[in-house]
């Protein structure tokens, strides 16, 4: 199973910061039931353990920072202990699966039906994950334009539902025909989207200043959708690969992970109190 993951997403492939690669378990222990998450917490930890799961596959990195002590006083110390004494083991694919060809952004492109799919930020020539086809985001065609307005209300139907939602900066009324998508946080590629031409860029994690500085300079309208709801596509290609080439069990946890739970709309100027006098 570690074989044919690495084969698909070469660790050599992750960007310098990033940890991925086995984190947990025996290399050689036969593996029966893999569950596909974003993020490795309680609640998917619980669901691999409820499915009889021998192995978790996660996007995010449980260990990316260094620690001192795995001791169950700590958060992530707990999920470790659980791990161990439940007997799953944890394999993480990141950035490596950001890059690859197809990876995270191609499920993405895949909920909008983009076409002539190119990579947004490609690798610097002579790194390991360089090459044709690979690198971050995907940009490509609509099926049909779409105005902003209605790119948004579509985007919030093809992705995973979440309580943030999907927001949009720029003009309603434009009209969008290319589409730029990163799974994940996105801001550091506003300027490959607007190098690159296209009417629109789809990502997460977009802040206040970039994105007003973006729109200022006459960037690419821009929509924000939740980071868990930009990378669970991902899963169910993951998932069909690994089905398919070492004829595992293979399940896709729809757990949301994304930390926001709550989202209030102004209410519609017709829904408004009117002003009362003393």
């Given at each position: 199973?570690?074989?044919?993951?690495?084969?698909?997403?070469?660790?050599?492939?992750?960007?310098?910061?990033?940890?991925?690669?086995?984190?947990?378990?025996e290399?050689?222990?036969?593996?029966?039931?893999?569950?596909?998450?974003?993020?490795?917490?309680?609640?998917?930890?619980?669901?691999?353990?409820?499915a009889?799961?021998?192995?978790?596959?996660?996007?995010?990195?449980?260990?990316?920072?260094?620690?001192?002590?795995?001791?169950?006083?700590?958060?992530?110390?707990?999920?470790?202990h659980?791990?161990?004494?439940?007997?799953?083991?944890?394999?993480?694919?990141?950035?490596?699966?950001?890059?690859?060809?197809?990876?995270?952004?191609?499920?993405?492109?895949?909920?909008?039906?983009?076409?002539?799919?190119?990579?947004?930020?490609?690798?610097?020539?002579?790194?390991?994950?360089?090459?044709?086809?690979?690198?971050?985001?995907?940009?490509?065609?609509?099926?049909?334009?779409?105005?902003?307005?209605?790119?948004?209300?579509?985007?919030?139907?093809?992705?995973?539902?979440?309580?943030?939602?999907?927001?949009?900066?720029?003009d309603?009324?434009?009209?969008?025909?290319?589409?730029?998508v990163?799974?994940?946080?996105?801001?550091?590629?506003?300027?490959?989207?607007?190098?690159?031409?296209?009417?629109?860029?789809?990502?997460?994690?977009?802040?206040?200043?970039?994105a007003?500085?973006?729109?200022?300079?006459?960037?690419?309208?821009?929509?924000?959708?939740?980071?868990?709801?930009?990378e669970?596509p991902?899963?169910?290609?993951?998932a069909?690969?690994?089905?398919?080439?070492?004829?595992?069990?293979?399940?896709?946890?729809?757990?949301?992970?994304?930390?926001?739970?709550?989202?209030?709309?102004?209410?519609?100027?017709?829904?408004?109190?009117?002003?009362?006098?003393?």
């Amino acid at each position: 199973m570690v074989a044919e993951l690495e084969r698909r997403y070469p660790p050599a492939w992750a960007e310098e910061w990033d940890r991925v690669g086995l984190v947990l378990g025996e290399p050689c222990a036969p593996v029966r039931r893999v569950l596909c998450v974003v993020d490795v917490v309680p609640e998917t930890v619980a669901e691999a353990i409820d499915a009889g799961a021998d192995l978790i596959v996660a996007h995010h990195p449980l260990l990316l920072r260094g620690v001192s002590s795995v001791a169950p006083t700590t958060y992530k110390g707990r999920i470790i202990h659980r791990l161990i004494k439940a007997d799953v083991a944890l394999y993480v694919a990141h950035t490596n699966a950001d890059v690859a060809d197809p990876g995270v952004s191609d499920a993405l492109a895949a909920r909008f039906g983009l076409t002539d799919l190119r990579p947004l930020h490609r690798p610097a020539p002579g790194s390991a994950a360089h090459g044709a086809g690979r690198g971050v985001g995907r940009i490509g065609e609509l099926p049909a334009p779409m105005t902003l307005a209605e790119l948004t209300r579509h985007a919030a139907a093809v992705l995973p539902a979440t309580a943030w939602g999907v927001r949009a900066a720029g003009d309603p009324h434009r009209v969008v025909r290319t589409l730029a998508v990163s799974g994940g946080s996105g801001d550091s590629f506003l300027g490959d989207a607007t190098v690159a031409g296209v009417d629109a860029f789809l990502t997460a994690d977009l802040r206040h200043h970039p994105a007003g500085e973006h729109l200022a300079a006459e960037g690419p309208a821009l929509l924000d959708a939740a980071h868990w709801a930009t990378e669970r596509p991902w899963l169910d290609d993951l998932a069909a690969v690994l089905r398919e080439t070492t004829g595992v069990e293979t399940l896709v946890s729809d757990l949301d992970t994304d930390p926001w739970t709550v989202h209030a709309a102004p209410p519609a100027a017709d829904d408004k109190e009117p002003d009362r006098e003393g």
